[in-house]
């Protein structure tokens, strides 16, 4: 037996038996929850419990964060929607028609995420419009973190469930 046979014995490479698979999908939403619009949410509870500087400090951010998102869906939205649109079809093509277990593992990684990018850019655009500032900005961020921690948790639940019936179906017409 060769080295890679034994390693490839050894460590499951299948994707949904694979536990770096799931450590990966926890902390991709430990990350997504915590870091909203690329604001810390921790600076959110510190303006909302200490106020003045802890205050400035969050709204700076955010203004900062949502203008840099904006620009960007300015400059080149179209040509990332059209290539996440792209990339996401062929994952689930791939994954789906063509039974490849890596394509699904990545289709239910990217699919949650590119509804968060939207979420953030509707979000990003609700602040700049608004203007907000203080409770009300905080509070738009509040209810951005649900929305990412909804997803991701019927992402979690979503991919729990395919992840166990891939893992139980044995052979490519399930006996």
């Known amino acids: 037996m060769s080295f890679y046979q034994s390693v490839f014995e050894l460590i499951d490479m299948r994707s949904f038996s694979n536990l770096w698979f799931w450590i ?7 990350t997504a929850s915590h870091w909203v619009l690329g604001v810390p949410y921790d600076m959110v509870l510190r303006a909302r419990r200490n106020g003045g500087q802890a205050e400035q400090d ?8 949502t203008n840099r998102l904006l620009y960007i869906a300015n400059v080149s939205g179209l040509w990332l929607l059209g290539f996440g649109c792209f990339l996401l079809t062929a994952l689930a093509v791939l994954g789906f028609a063509y039974q490849l277990e890596i394509a699904q593992a990545l289709f239910l990684l990217g699919f949650p995420m590119s509804i968060v990018g939207l979420l953030s850019l509707s979000t990003a655009r609700l602040i700049h419009q608004e ?13 951005h973190r649900l929305y990412v921690q909804i997803t991701g948790m019927l992402s979690i639940f979503v991919t729990a469930l395919w992840g166990m019936y891939q893992n139980m179906n044995i052979g490519p017409l399930g006996g």
């Open 131 to 143: 203007q907000a500032e203080g409770e009300q900005l905080r509070r738009r961020l509040t209810r």
């Open 24 to 30: 990966a999908l926890a902390v991709m939403w430990s």
């Open 58 to 65: 969050l709204e700076d951010l955010t203004r900062i964060n």
